[in-house]
């Protein structure tokens, strides 16, 4: 028979672990709110697919400045601040966005986005572990992954549904977001736990560190998941384009649907890699990165839709299986003090192989065209995925 003081505390963890799930989806939400909406951009301010694919990358340069000034922040203050800094810099950006468009404009909405995104990243995956047992730290780190993925997911389908089916299609997603944002941080305020104890708040830059231990499984997780981000933020930010200018298809749902399907697969894969053994999981999403890279190629080779939306489902099985992997095996593998910092590490390694890859094809896309930049790129990622995997069966069978 349950006791009458564990009743109201587990009804309390349940609340605070579902406030802090739904502030991280939300922040997250907004970094891809824009993805279905870049065609209407380009086409509004004459941005070319160079222009396109920085105005993507750069929110990454504010997560990753964010992870790199506050990747201790968390562990320092404590986990509610630190959500609340970021849910109120995803405000702030929609606000930003609701303003008449322009290319400055954009790119401090876009990088504020980035900062909150940042923030919560590294603190929002350590406070999701935190207020599990230890016992169900592989349900955790699912729940924060899923949070994050499911977070991209649902930004650049609801934006792309919005677009299509609303007026003012650069107006009526961000406001949607900002209603959401404000019930996050009321959620925060009332239910997140509290710090157990205050730190002092520390501006100023740390060395994101690793410990020894951890070091190999870390680098091979972040090749690996980061493989399976670069690629999708090449189609989060070439999608739109390519759908419109090559296939002459403007629907902004099927825009945000196609990269709907790759960061939903995400999801999927996080379930699917609970049933497995991390050290499994990983060369298995390898081998699917691979696969999705072929896939990709054949869609932009043949100029042809079928093969874009398969290689953006298996993407996201197969990048879900290496990021749920990579949690396990870095982040749920070190004790909470140093949690929040090996988080944010592991995140700003990610977010880099999201944003390089994404400017060097719009570089190389202004060169010899879009879609023979696309076949470059999807060929250094199948390669690269190819070699992680194998590493990891090697190191694997070492250990074993």
Not at 134 to 159: Q, S, W
Not at 252 to 259: D, I, R, S, T, W
Not at 319 to 333: D, F, K, M, R
Request: aromatic share 6%; with cysteine; hydrophobic share 60%.
């Amino acid at each position: 028979m349950t006791s009458p003081a564990t009743g109201p505390a587990r009804a309390r963890s349940r609340r605070a672990v579902t406030v802090t799930a739904f502030a991280f989806l939300v922040t997250m939400m907004g970094t891809t709110l824009p993805t279905p909406l870049y065609s209407i951009y380009s086409t509004e301010l004459s941005f070319s697919p160079l222009t396109v694919t920085v105005l993507f990358a750069v929110y990454a340069v504010g997560v990753v400045g964010a992870l790199s000034l506050f990747g201790r922040l968390s562990d320092d203050v404590g986990r509610r601040p630190v959500l609340v800094a970021a849910v109120g810099l995803a405000l702030l950006s929609a606000l930003l966005f609701l303003l008449p468009p322009s290319l400055p404009l954009l790119v401090v909405a876009r990088v504020t986005s980035g900062l909150g995104a940042g923030l919560m990243s590294g603190a929002g995956t350590a406070a999701v572990i935190d207020l599990f047992p230890a016992e169900k730290k592989a349900a955790a780190g699912t729940l924060a992954v899923a949070a994050n993925t499911g977070g991209l997911a649902l930004g650049t389908l609801v934006a792309g549904v919005l677009a299509s089916a609303a007026p003012a299609p650069l107006t009526i997603p961000f406001a949607v977001h900002l209603v959401l944002c404000v019930g996050a941080l009321l959620g925060l305020a009332t239910w997140a736990p509290a710090p157990a104890r205050r730190g002092r708040l520390r501006i100023r830059p740390h060395r994101l560190r690793v410990p020894a231990s951890i070091r190999g499984a870390f680098a091979r997780a972040v090749l690996a998941a980061g493989a399976g981000f670069s690629v999708t933020g090449v189609l989060t930010a070439v999608t739109a384009l390519f759908l419109a200018r090559d296939l002459h298809l403007d629907s902004h749902a099927l825009a945000g649907f196609v990269v709907f399907l790759s960061f939903a697969g995400m999801a999927v894969g996080q379930l699917v890699a609970r049933r497995m053994r991390p050290r499994a999981a990983l060369p298995v999403g390898c081998a699917g990165l691979v696969l999705a890279s072929a896939a990709l190629a054949t869609a932009l080779a043949g100029a042809s839709l079928a093969p874009l939306v398969v290689a953006a489902a298996v993407l996201g099985v197969s990048g879900g299986l290496c990021l749920n992997a990579g949690i396990a095996t870095t982040v749920e593998q070190v004790p909470p003090a140093h949690r929040g910092e090996v988080s944010s590490s592991f995140f700003a390694g990610l977010y880099l192989m999201l944003a390089v890859p994404a400017i060097g094809v719009g570089l190389l896309a202004s060169v010899v065209g879009l879609r023979q930049a696309g076949l470059v790129f999807a060929a250094v990622v199948a390669v690269l995925a190819a070699a992680v995997g194998i590493v990891e069966l090697v190191s694997a069978r070492r250990t074993d």
